[in-house]
């Protein structure tokens, strides 16, 4: 089994940063894709960014340019999100993912809000 322990999180002014990370332990497989979705409050689950174990990122419209994903494939497989220029619109509760072909994890979800 995999296990992903998140951190981060929190509340920012408008135009603040934020960082998110995810700690995958376990039965890791090393091709894997992991990445950091969202879900606010009455909308559905939607990817935020992702990343695979070469370093290939991928990133939603919304947060392109604002929002980068890393990852450390030592010992422990860490994922990173780096939100910069944070809009009331990413309030959500972040989720960290691990995926490899049928298989996904989820953490337990961490909260983000951005507000004045």
């Known amino acids: 089994q995999v296990q992903l322990v998140e951190s981060g999180g929190g509340l920012v002014q408008p135009g603040g940063s934020l960082a998110l990370s995810c700690a995958a332990s376990g039965s890791i497989v090393s091709r894997n894709s992991m990445g950091w979705y969202r879900q606010a409050p009455g909308k559905q689950r939607e990817l935020v960014a992702s990343?695979?174990?070469?370093?290939?990122?991928?990133y939603a419209d919304s947060v392109k340019g604002r929002f980068t994903i890393s990852r450390d494939n030592a010992k422990n497989t860490v994922v990173y999100l780096q939100m910069n220029s944070l809009k009331p619109e990413d309030t959500a509760v972040y989720y960290c993912n691990y995926r490899i072909g049928s298989i996904e994890v989820w953490g337990q979800g961490t909260q983000v809000t951005v507000s004045s």
């Open positions: 990343i695979t174990r070469g370093g290939t990122s991928n």
